[in-house]
């Protein structure tokens, strides 16, 4: 194991590809999505992990997985003329992130949810999804901003 922590932003890489796989193969269980969280190929040998998960990729794994109906609900409302089934897996995953870090993670502020959103959509996503998934996630902040939408934590 290396000595120096991982970022926040490896982390959300790997909780992103964890989220992702759920498309193929979605977990029905806590202990289902544990063992797929923990199959992903780290890139970061820092992030490697036996036993039980945990840090910061996972809780967000764990937040998505547990919050998915009521994260695309907002998604739904907030993309405006677009099914969920017409949005692309990956740019679906990546608001699903972003939204959750928004309205349940108090130590995140909006715009570094968004920022790395982006950035992660710029390396994952299509060539075409960045304004859209820009528009929905500043969306979604102006909301919880207004408090249209309250932040969970």
Not at 53 to 73: C, T
Not at 101 to 110: I, K, N, Q, W
């Amino acid at each position: 194991m290396s000595a120096k922590e991982p970022s926040r932003r490896a982390h959300r890489l790997l909780a992103f590809q964890a989220l992702y796989g759920q498309e193929f193969q979605e977990c029905a269980s806590v202990e289902k999505l544990k063992a797929a969280f923990l199959a992903v190929p780290r890139q970061d040998e820092a992030l490697e992990q036996e036993g039980e998960p945990s840090g910061f990729a996972w809780e967000l794994v764990y937040g998505v997985w547990q919050h998915r109906d009521e994260l695309d609900a907002i998604i739904e409302k907030f993309a405006r003329n677009w099914r969920l089934d017409r949005v692309g897996r990956v740019e679906l995953n990546l608001l699903r992130l972003g939204v959750y870090e928004m309205l349940y993670r108090a130590d995140v502020p909006s715009r570094v949810s968004m920022n790395e959103a982006l950035e992660l959509d710029k390396q994952y996503g299509d060539a075409r999804s960045h304004t859209f998934v820009n528009g929905i996630l500043d969306a979604v902040s102006k909301a919880v901003d207004k408090g249209e939408l309250t932040i969970r934590n």
